[in-house]
């Protein structure tokens, strides 16, 4: 009886981290579209409508913005809180381009770091508990739209 207890078990756990998995991989991240989330705000209109913006919290207290194109193409991401947003999980497929550019441009620098790719551009920087950064799509801005909007 008990093995099969175990079993039963096994097999919730299993199905619990395949739909964890499934459901983080259905959030946004750059490149992806803004669909409608838990815990974020409405997208805001920007720049007569060149961007949309929508605003979350994430489990670290820190606020992140989301731009996208009018399309819903997500194209940039701001932050600034007293913890480190998973970049990895913003950045989704660029994360690796953005791994090789760190990797390359280590200049031992722990408070400020610059990677510019030619598919993704990432910013970060800020004292311990106050960190602030931006990850952008350089060829996915939109017409008349610069990295400057992106705050």
């Known amino acids: 009886m008990p093995q099969i207890h175990s079993f039963r078990l096994l097999g919730t756990l299993a199905i619990a981290v395949a739909s964890l998995c499934s459901s983080a991989n259905a959030c946004a991240q750059l490149g992806g579209v803004m669909a409608p989330r838990a815990g974020m705000s409405a997208p805001q209109s920007l720049l007569n409508g060149a961007l949309r913006l929508r605003t979350s919290t994430d489990a670290g207290n820190t606020t992140i913005n989301e731009y996208g194109t009018s399309s819903g193409e997500i194209v940039a991401y701001t932050w600034q809180g007293p913890t480190m947003p998973d970049l990895a999980a913003l950045l989704g497929k660029y994360a690796g381009s953005y791994r090789a550019g760190a990797a390359a ?32 799509l350089p060829g996915a801005l939109p017409p008349g739209v610069t990295a400057d909007d992106l705050r």
């Open 105 to 136: 441009a280590a200049d031992g620098n722990l408070h400020a770091s610059r990677v510019v790719r030619p598919d993704v551009i990432v910013e970060s920087g800020g004292p311990m508990r106050g960190y602030a950064g931006r990850a952008w």
